[in-house]
Nanobody, 123 residues
Framework: QVQLVESGGGLVQAGGSLRLSCAAS????????MGWFRQAPGKEREFVAA????????YYADSVKGRFTISRDNDKNTAYLQMNSLKPEDTAVYYC????????????????WGQGTQVTVSS
């Protein structure tokens, strides 16, 4: 079992930046691939970014490529999502998730989820 706690969400103007953090409860954090997903009102949860166990591989949705950066610090059991050049359409609840086994970025394949943090981007 892995418990995940997100932080860092908030209200920001378009063009601004936020950094989300995801703290994991287990010292075996490095055994898990980590992903960030988001869900806007009335929409399905969607993939944003993912990073492999070692941090050597990162993957992004086309909608955030070049603006968002996912990273992790395995010594601190924490994953991050740096979000720059934010747009109103980035407004959503952001979730981090952990997955063991083979790397994937499908929503359904992640085993453990945080409670989410709200990101609101005003125009």
């Amino acid at each position: 079992q892995v418990q995940l706690v997100e932080s860092g969400g908030g209200l920001v103007q378009a063009g601004g930046s936020l950094r989300l953090s995801c703290a994991a409860s287990r010292r075996t954090f490095s055994n898990y691939h980590m992903g960030w997903f988001r869900q806007a009102p009335g929409k399905e949860r969607e993939f944003v970014a993912a990073i492999t166990r070692s941090g050597g591989g990162t993957y992004y949705a086309d909608s955030v490529k070049g603006r968002f950066t996912i990273s992790r610090d395995n010594d601190k059991n924490t994953a991050y999502l740096q979000m720059n050049s934010l747009k109103p359409e980035d407004t959503a609840v952001y979730y981090c998730a952990a997955r063991g086994g083979i790397f994937s970025y499908s929503v359904e394949s992640y085993d453990y989820w945080g409670q989410g943090t709200q990101v609101t981007v005003s125009s």
